[in-house]
């Protein structure tokens, strides 16, 4: 065979020719960049501001999504919970920080600010903690079948909603920790995640750890900060845009927050 002969023929002479290897294709800096950006963010070092005798601190830790919970490390075998992701909201830090790369974690428990190390590094933080949320919530299995919905209106104020008053909600917003009539929701869904998780208390799953969460805030100690400097409040008759220019009001431009 000729092939057979030729090879015979490179070894007689001491030429081993080797195959040319195949070219790959080549990456524009543009596809780098983008693959980059897509790449999910699962773990990695922030800082975390605490408060201290001294005012605000930055502690740089090493941080872990895993599950519903984001974690830091606190030992070589230990991990503490920060973050309930379901009832957790991921927002972008204003002029308030005087810091690059800042963003917010709220919930219903209060608002903790994380620096990550670049601005690439932060949006990949905020896309991955959203995604993550929105993952935990469906995943999650009910416990709660029973009572659950005697529960939350059992919460001071959250007999009736939270922003125009009508009584026996079947609507929460799990970040806020108030629960809404179904006019209100479709407001809040309007509003984005970002602002509102929107949740019902008759056709979602419920689990005990949201629940908790839920009970650690209810609709008076919410509207205290929320509707402090309010005065012309909707009403259970009030139509779509009212309840649309006054939910906006409210919950995005804060203009009835207690800021003292």
């Not at 608002?111 to 990550?116: D, E």
């Amino acid at each position: 065979k000729q092939w057979y002969q030729r090879r015979v023929r490179d070894v007689e002479c001491g030429e081993n020719r080797k195959r040319p290897a195949k070219r790959r294709p080549k990456l524009h800096k543009k596809d780098s960049v983008t693959r980059l950006r897509m790449k999910p963010k699962t773990s990695g070092y922030l800082y975390v501001r605490q408060r201290s005798a001294l005012g605000h601190k930055w502690m740089l830790m090493y941080c872990v999504i895993e599950g519903c919970w984001l974690k830091c490390l606190v030992s070589e075998e230990e991990f503490l919970e920060l973050e309930h992701l379901p009832t957790t909201t991921v927002k972008p830090v204003g002029n308030e920080v005087n810091r690059n790369s800042c963003f917010y974690m709220v919930s219903p428990k209060g608002k903790r600010c994380y620096q990550a190390l670049t601005e690439l590094d932060r949006r990949n933080w905020m896309s991955s903690l959203t995604q993550s949320s929105i993952n935990a919530l469906q995943r999650s299995n009910s416990t709660t079948q029973g009572d659950h919905v005697k529960r939350m209106h059992a919460i001071e104020g959250n007999s009736v909603c939270a922003d125009c008053g009508a009584a026996s909600p079947e609507w929460a917003c799990i970040d806020h920790g108030i629960t809404i009539c179904i006019d209100c929701s479709g407001v809040h869904r309007s509003l984005g995640v970002n602002v509102s998780k929107v949740r019902s208390l008759l056709l979602d799953n419920w689990t005990d750890d949201i629940i908790v969460c839920m009970e650690s805030k209810g609709n008076a100690k919410f509207n205290e900060l929320y509707e402090f400097h309010a005065t012309n409040k909707i009403t259970p008759t009030s139509n779509r845009e009212e309840r649309d220019a006054y939910i906006r009001r409210k919950y995005v431009e804060k203009e009835f927050y207690r800021n003292d």
